[in-house]
């Protein structure tokens, strides 16, 4: 997430109440976790495991517990709980903010574009030329929507991310500041769930298709002209590259590419990262072909075991 305007770092720190270390002029453009950062960004850790992950990423200023041995130049904040600064930081410069119609004055629709009846369109949304919403459909605040978009009935687009830290046995919600941002010619089909980014964007490329009730996790990136069937389930900071194809109820877990063109059948899931251009099946999933020959294999065991009872014999 952009800050609307750059915020001084010595600021930060007396509203936090950090110990800063390092340049108290600098200014701070941003705040993302660990893997959206760029330069001119705050993020934060709090556990030893991630020092030096975090100081190694692109990331200026790092809120932290503790002072390293080595700040590999970063500038710091020093406190005891970085995750609820973080957290305060992402609430104060994206609140949530109430609505009082459906359609929000600051939302801008383009030209020829259909809202149907019971849409509901948050704060500072972009929807293209020639698109079509369906009746009941929810676009949360700040979505991006290209041109000609069809998005069927009771699809919803921006709800917060699915990502929250235990605490004292208990989970906090991390605060969604991110985005949706879908291409051009994409279709969003009935009761699809999009979740925003955390502090980036969840992003659809131009031309892919989604079929009813696929959800996509947050900060997951979908490359161009993919095509998902029905149920497909798909975890947070994917990314899926063009051409990929995932049929029914395909499951994918976090942090794992799909490489160009890949195919996987129905009611596979997803583990590991998968290599472009072929076709897998299966839990975990595996080379088609192979999955198949294993399965068949499988099927004459009764078989195998009989003869093995009879040379007993």
Known sequence: ???KTALKLSAIAQSTGARLLGDPDFMV?????IHMVEPGDITFVDHPK???????????VIIIDKEPSNTMGKNLLILDHPFEAYNNLAKTHSPFVSMNRNISE???IGLNTVIQPGVVIGHNVRI???C???PNVVIYDNCVIGDRVQIHAGAILGSDAFYFKKQFDAYTTMHSCGRVVIGDDVTI???????????GDTTIGDG????????????TVIGKHCLFAAQVGIAGVVKIEDHVILWGQVGVQKDLTIGKGAVVLGQSGIGKSLDAGKTYFGSPTRDAIDKMRELALLKRLPEVFERLDKSEY
């Open 132 to 134: 079509i919403l369906h």
């Open 208 to 219: 892919s298709k989604l079929d009813n009730q696929v959800h996509v996790g947050h900060d």
């Open 189 to 199: 089909g009935a009761a699809c769930t999009i979740d925003r980014g955390v502090s």
């Open 50 to 60: 991630y020092y030096a992950k975090v100081l190694a990423s692109a990331a200026s």
């Open 29 to 33: 453009t941003g705040l993302n976790e």
């Open 128 to 130: 293209g030329k020639d």
């Open 106 to 108: 600051s939302a801008v």
């Open 1 to 3: 997430m952009k800050f």
